[in-house]
């Protein structure tokens, strides 16, 4: 790994990028109820908007640890921006037209150019330090990534479901004509928002393209624990393997969390001008488990341990949603951020400790665990449709169940 004197530029540089695709990925929280309306979807149909952002990482992520290979990490993280805005720009035919297919090709291409980015920027902060404060490190990427998250919300619901009551019950009134206006006129508030945000990609794409980060040489990585050894696989690295599932785990419950407590709130009779801002009191909680994560490793906990706290506050709070009402059940989903914050940031260096030369394939198999914020969010909308919103939620105990596991057992299992 090349050493620098000060990662302070590299760190700065990365946490922009975190902050971009936090921005970008956690739109679809405001995104679901405003293609519910504006498309007429049912709930399940929705989170289709999940599926295909998310489900972008699965196809995509081995092809970006083959484009790595070959142009590096800093050109990577900026074609990844690249083919994000290509995404962006789609929403405007999509809007035009009011074309779900279309709005969720546009979420595909997005995915895939995160799952690029996440692919370079992920394994380069690990290893850009000790691997044992490399939880620390991508704790204050979540930072940046759940500050846009907070954000982003908040400024595109107030832009495109501005007096969403209004306009739901303007619809159920309104003649097929009258109707028809009004569709229109919702889809078409997503078009300069996202003519706005391709713009700047490309100028961010651009800024990278020319900045000083230094390249990282994983063949060199000091943590690898087997060198030439006749290995023929990554997944003989056992921790890599609990890893993936730990990922799609992780993935899934924090997206649940996330992109489902507007609908959850909608349900219990919060008017949806309130509860479209719920996603960000998510990701506040996680903000408040990120800092937490900044002070307490490794110095006063390991990553580790971290860990397993998480699998088992997540599963106490997926019981107080179920077992509660109202404001409290919604705080409850909320509070899942908390549970969640430091999840990611110790899963991932845990499951790439060791993997030397192979850190890109074995970061391209991690990230394509994030499909499980394609997959276990439709199984959780399914599941609202056949037994109700809130016993849904049961989904989440197996998941955080596996997280505990691999927090105490499935990261210690170096090889097979």
Request: aromatic residues 12%; neutral net charge; charged residues 10%.
């Amino acid at each position: 790994m090349t050493k620098s004197k000060s990662f302070f530029s590299p760190i700065v540089i990365i946490g922009m990028l975190f902050f971009i695709f936090g921005f970008i990925t956690w739109l679809n929280g405001t995104l679901i109820p405003f293609l519910k309306i504006a498309c007429e979807l049912e709930y399940a149909q929705a989170l289709l908007v999940t599926f295909a952002f998310y489900i972008a990482y699965v196809f995509l992520a081995i092809p970006s640890s083959m484009i790595l290979t070959k142009v590096g990490f800093k050109n990577g993280m900026a074609w990844g921006l690249v083919v994000m805005a290509i995404g962006a720009i789609i929403f405007v035919p999509a809007a035009q037209s009011r074309s779900f297919v279309l709005f969720l090709t546009g979420l595909f291409i997005q995915g895939a150019g995160i799952s690029l980015l996440q692919t370079a920027s992920n394994p380069y902060i690990s290893i850009l330090g000790p691997i044992e404060s490399a939880a620390q490190r991508i704790s204050i990427m979540g930072v940046c990534n759940k500050i846009a998250g907070a954000l982003s919300p908040l400024i595109l619901g107030a832009i495109i479901l501005d007096g969403a009551d209004d306009i739901e019950t303007q619809l159920k009134t309104s003649l097929a004509a009258e109707k028809e206006v009004l569709l229109n006129e919702l889809a078409g508030r997503v078009i300069v928002p996202y003519i706005v945000m391709a713009i700047a990609l490309v100028l961010l794409a651009f800024l990278i393209y020319k900045s000083s980060l230094p390249e990282i040489d994983t063949s060199k990585d000091e943590n690898e624990t087997v060198q030439e050894t006749g290995e023929k696989s990554v997944l003989q690295h056992a921790n890599l393997v609990f890893g993936i599932l730990a990922i799609f785990c992780c993935v899934g419950v924090e997206v649940i969390a996330g992109d489902t407590i507007g609908q959850y709130g909608s349900s219990l009779g919060i008017s949806l001008d309130v509860s479209k801002n719920f996603t960000s009191l998510t990701l506040i909680a996680m903000l408040v488990g990120y800092f937490v994560g900044i002070v307490a490793i490794p110095k006063f906990i390991s990553q580790n341990k971290a860990l397993m706290y998480c699998g088992i506050i997540g599963s106490i709070f997926t019981l107080g949603i179920v077992f509660t009402a109202g404001f409290t059940s919604v705080a409850f989903v909320a509070m899942l951020g908390l549970a969640n914050a430091l999840m990611w940031p110790a899963i991932f260096p845990l499951a790439i400790k060791g993997l030397g030369k192979k850190t890109e394939f074995g970061s391209a198999l991690l990230i394509m665990g994030i499909g499980g914020g394609a997959i276990l969010p439709y199984f959780y909308g399914k599941l609202a449709e056949s037994f109700g919103i809130q016993e849904a939620y049961l989904i989440l105990i197996p998941c955080y169940l596996y997280i505990l596991f691999f927090a105490t057992i499935g990261h210690r299992k170096q090889s097979w």
